[in-house]
């Protein structure tokens, strides 16, 4: 029964052409978006928006072009590791590049 | 069946098993989903290696950008928004016609893939074109970092054209020394990535050869799929290059 389950949700999924031309145009316009914000001045939001706008493209990537969305639960669970891990070794870096200096002035 | 079953049944039930399954499906795998799930698996974990060795620079470009601000600044408006948004697009596209590349492999279409494959070889191959074009103008002016780089363009930003339109202010010696922090990172970070792009590309023109030969349309897709894991990869790369390196210090005068 269960062995029957786990066959199902290995099971591959054909994800279809009309997601992937979806998925396309989308992030042409979050490149165009990107390219046009970087026009505007908006002090300090000009790199946040376009941190934001890549981190939203890679999303769509990797959900979509690289199937994320319809893997297996394992598929999932590695990638959320890999950019927590990620993250996290970026956070303690710049907590230690940040407090470094603390009580030194 | 699982395995205990074919081996208590013997050698006469093991050779009959073998007649039951894809010439593809290796024998210490149950079924093709395994196997097919056990590659993807590991092709997940070596591009988390590379999210890690692509993170270390990233991280340091952070950090670097934050002590050496001013020199950031000026240094990135050297580089021109429409070169690198046009490569942004030609990764972009190639990217889509992998993913199509990939369905054309699972719906087993031998003729939409190959043209699928070429099309990201095609396009591979003008994002470093292109890139060739930049990496050239950064030579010419003296950009390269080692002995001899030159700092006019940030001594004297009158002087130099791309400076000029930024409206840039001329830089004290010192903060314009770090110019080249910012061009070592740049060369090291979109160079490590064409060297990635390199590398798709060649094995692309391998699975073109393969494709057109029909190794991938006859159900056994996990090279195609696995390639098209990297090439996306690379792509998700620049598109954080892109706005780190082209875009967040347009506007951004000291």
């Known amino acids: 029964m269960t062995d029957q389950k786990e066959m199902e949700e290995a099971q591959h999924h054909v994800v279809s052409p009309a997601i992937y031309v979806v998925v396309f145009l989308a992030l042409l316009v979050f490149t165009g978006l990107t390219v046009g914000a970087s026009y505007i001045e908006m002090g300090i939001f000009n790199p946040i928006a376009a941190i934001a706008i890549a981190c939203i493209k890679a999303v769509i990537v990797v959900l979509f072009f690289m199937h994320v969305k319809y893997s297996s639960k394992l598929t999932k669970l590695t990638v959320f590791c890999g950019i927590f891990t990620f993250l996290t070794l970026i956070g303690m870096t710049l907590a230690d590049y940040i407090s470094r200096a603390w009580g030194q002035w | 069946m699982s395995d205990s079953t074919a081996i208590a049944?013997?050698?006469?039930?093991?050779?009959?098993?073998?007649?039951?399954?894809?010439?593809?499906?290796?024998?210490?795998?149950?079924?093709?989903?395994?196997?097919?799930?056990?590659?993807?698996?590991?092709?997940?974990?070596?591009?988390?290696?590379?999210?890690?060795?692509?993170?270390?620079?990233?991280?340091?470009y952070l950090i670097y950008r934050n002590w050496y601000y001013p020199a950031f600044v000026a240094a990135s408006h050297q580089l021109d928004i429409f070169w690198g948004t046009l490569n942004t697009l030609l990764l972009i596209s190639s990217s889509f016609t992998m993913a199509m590349g990939v369905w054309c492999a699972e719906t087993r279409k031998k003729k939409g893939l190959v043209l699928c494959l070429v099309l990201t070889f095609i396009l591979g191959i003008g994002f470093l074109g292109i890139k060739t074009i930049e990496y050239s103008e950064k030579i010419e002016k003296?950009?390269?970092?080692?002995?001899?780089?030159?700092?006019?363009?940030?001594?004297?930003?009158?002087?130099?054209?791309?400076?000029?339109?930024?409206?840039?202010?001329?830089l004290p010696l010192d903060m314009a020394r770090h110019t080249e922090v910012y061009f070592s990172l740049y060369f090291v970070m979109t160079g490590m990535h064409a060297a990635h792009m390199i590398i798709g590309i060649a094995i692309l023109g391998f699975m073109i050869f393969r494709a057109r030969a029909g190794a991938y349309t006859a159900g056994h897709v996990t090279f195609v799929e696995n390639f098209g894991l990297y090439w996306h990869f690379v792509d998700i790369i620049w598109i954080f290059l892109f706005p780190l390196?082209?875009?967040?210090?347009?506007?951004?005068?000291t």
């Open chain 2, 9 to 60: 049944h013997g050698a006469h039930a093991e050779a009959e098993a073998h007649e039951a399954h894809p010439a593809f499906l290796r024998h210490h795998f149950e079924n093709v989903e395994q196997q097919a799930d056990a590659a993807g698996f590991a092709m997940w974990l070596f591009l988390l290696t590379e999210v890690m060795f692509f993170g270390g620079l990233f991280t340091a």
């Open chain 2, 142 to 170: 003296h950009h390269v970092p080692g002995f001899h780089y030159s700092l006019q363009s940030f001594l004297d930003p009158d002087s130099d054209p791309a400076a000029k339109a930024a409206g840039d202010k001329p």
């Open chain 2, 245 to 253: 390196l082209y875009l967040i210090s347009r506007h951004a005068n």
